[in-house]
Nanobody, 124 residues
Framework: QVQLVESGGGLVQAGGSLRLSCVAS????????MGWFRQAPGKERDFVAA????????YYADSVKGRFTISRDNAKNTVYLQMNSLKPEDTAVYYC?????????????????WGQGTQVTVSS
């Protein structure tokens, strides 16, 4: 099992930036693929971005391509989500997730381990 703790959320104006961090402990971090998901009130938990254990392959939802960047530092057991050009529709609770698989990384069902979430609010 992997324990995940997110940080870096907050309130930002449209067009601004935030960087989310997720620190992992437990099962060897550098063997995990990591994902970011988000959930707005009354909506499903949606895929945002994912990165494989080596950092060599990344995936993004169409809605964030060109604005968000996922990265990882295996020496620090940390995965990041740099969010630029934020929009009000990016407002949600953002969750970090971990999985030992390389497949199906855009599906929340592929991830057995989740953090508690961090709120991101973008004002217009």
């Amino acid at each position: 099992q992997v324990q995940l703790v997110e940080s870096g959320g907050g309130l930002v104006q449209a067009g601004g930036s935030l960087r989310l961090s997720c620190v992992a402990s437990g099962r060897s971090f550098n063997r995990n693929s990591m994902g970011w998901f988000r959930q707005a009130p009354g909506k499903e938990r949606d895929f945002v971005a994912a990165i494989v254990w080596s950092g060599g392959t990344t995936y993004y939802a169409d809605s964030v391509k060109g604005r968000f960047t996922i990265s990882r530092d295996n020496a620090k057991n940390t995965v990041y989500l740099q969010m630029n050009s934020l929009k009000p529709e990016d407002t949600a609770v953002y969750y970090c997730a971990a999985t030992s698989t390389l497949l199906g990384l855009k599906s929340r069902y592929s991830y057995p381990d989740w953090g508690q979430g961090t709120q991101v609010t973008v004002s217009s």
